[in-house]
């Protein structure tokens, strides 16, 4: 079945946020590596700088939702994306105090702005769209385009300008959106049969508020949201430090790129190359979602991530191509499982607060998933690239013991259900 124009709308909208909130966070870690020389900073205190940013990313999701849930998500997502472009040219500014602390500010207020975009982005799918599961394939592939792109523009930029110049020209595009976004048509709940009113300007009292996160926690809910933490923890870890880490590997040292070609560092490359892989997955996995259950197919891709990290070092140590092939399928895993858990998201939560749910989830996402930026510097810096990993493997194996138990529970509750029916 193809997509009505209501669907087309939304699915052309949020593709375009999506894919900017990722172009702006994955380059970050690569003007990380320059920074690192040009503020002669350790990589713990680089990690203490950014972790607040990406902790700001998703507890301000939280706020986000509620707002999603009162004023509407186009709004919101619009302020997203002139924001966020906003604090790219502060960034680029704050070259000329030559301070990492207004490198940090610039940071906080990107952090603040992109925090906007995932609850009110997915709940705008959820209740407008009517083929859900295709559009939130769409959805991820074009983030994965933006997580491609972002540093595969950085660093080939940062060939020829300086990172300042480079942070500028990549704050264009999100003006560009937000232009695009003033004329974008669409009817935001399309999708569901209540009477949800996604532009209420309604108040929402402490009571409301609390009263409807109660509700969420005593559900279902509250697994997926510690399930979506630890899926958090991997992320934003494996993420963050893996274009460093890649650049410090010793069969990265024997690449002969040719004349011609200095400046190019292929570490980054392999790093865009993964996220380029995480289309598929993202594609796949939102397909997925419409023929299987969100939480088995959590707890399937979280082991295999376990897997993954725990090899990624031996396998580093064979070779280059063994190398590229792990990336590969590392990149494939880390953004299949997103659509299962947005899904989860969807299933497990009623509509009228489906900002509020999206709200929580990328507080747990990249909130509390931004801990591992702290972690993963302080590992890193003390002990051997094996314990990293070894710690990412720990949260994925968490996440699929959590995803068990709830394929468990909702597996008890319907047959307990279709018992009480016969």
């Known amino acids: 079945m193809g997509l009505n124009t209501n669907d087309r709308s939304i699915a052309g909208f949020t593709m375009a946020g999506h894919s900017l909130v990722h172009w702006f966070e994955t380059s970050i870690p690569i003007f990380l590596v320059v920074w690192l020389a040009e503020f002669d900073v350790s990589l713990l205190v680089l990690g203490l700088v950014l972790a607040p940013s990406y902790g700001l990313f998703g507890f301000g999701a939280l706020p986000a939702g509620v707002l999603a849930d009162r004023f509407g998500p186009k709004r919101l997502i ?171 590997l010793p069969v990265m040292e024997g690449i002969d790129i040719g004349a011609g070609l200095e400046g190019i560092e292929p570490a980054d490359y392999i790093y865009v190359g993964l996220l380029v892989v995480g289309m598929a997955g993202q594609y796949a996995g939102g397909k997925l979602t419409d023929r299987f259950a969100a939480e088995r197919g959590l707890m399937v891709i979280f082991s295999i991530l376990a897997l993954l990290a725990l090899v990624f070092v031996p396998v580093s140590s064979i070779g280059l191509v063994p190398l590229l092939a792990l990336c590969g399928v590392i990149g494939f895993f880390l953004f299949a499982i997103q659509p299962f858990y947005q899904e989860a998201v969807a299933v497990y939560t009623p509509a009228d607060t489906r900002g509020l749910s999206y709200g929580y989830t990328y507080l747990g996402e990249f909130g509390l998933g931004s801990a591992s930026i702290a972690a993963g510097g302080f590992v890193l810096g003390s002990f051997e690239l094996v314990y990293f990993f070894a710690m990412l493997s720990g949260f994925a194996l968490i996440g699929a013991a959590l995803s068990i138990g709830l394929h468990v529970a909702v597996s008890h509750r319907q047959s307990t259900t279709t018992d009480a029916s016969a």
């Open 78 to 248: 619009l302020l997203c994306l002139a924001g966020m472009s906003a604090a790219f040219v502060l960034i680029a500014g704050a070259a000329y105090v030559d301070s990492i602390y207004a490198i940090a500010f610039g940071l906080l207020l990107w952090g603040l702005a992109a925090s906007v975009y995932h609850p009110a982005g997915l709940a705008l799918i959820s209740t407008g769209v009517e083929e859900r599961g295709t559009v939130f394939a769409w959805h991820g592939i074009a983030g994965n385009i933006g997580i491609a792109l972002g540093p595969f523009v950085a660093a080939t930029l940062l060939i020829f300008l300086e990172w300042q110049y480079v942070a500028a020209i990549l704050a264009i595009p999100g003006f560009i959106a937000a232009v695009y976004g003033l004329q974008a048509d669409f009817d935001a709940t399309a999708a569901v049969e209540d009477n949800v009113d996604a532009s209420s300007d309604d108040a929402l009292t402490l009571d409301d508020f609390l009263s409807n996160s109660r509700t969420l926690f005593a559900s279902a809910f509250a697994v997926v949201f510690v399930i979506v933490t630890f899926e958090g923890l991997f992320y934003r870890g494996m993420l963050t430090y893996l274009p460093e880490i890649l650049h410090g």
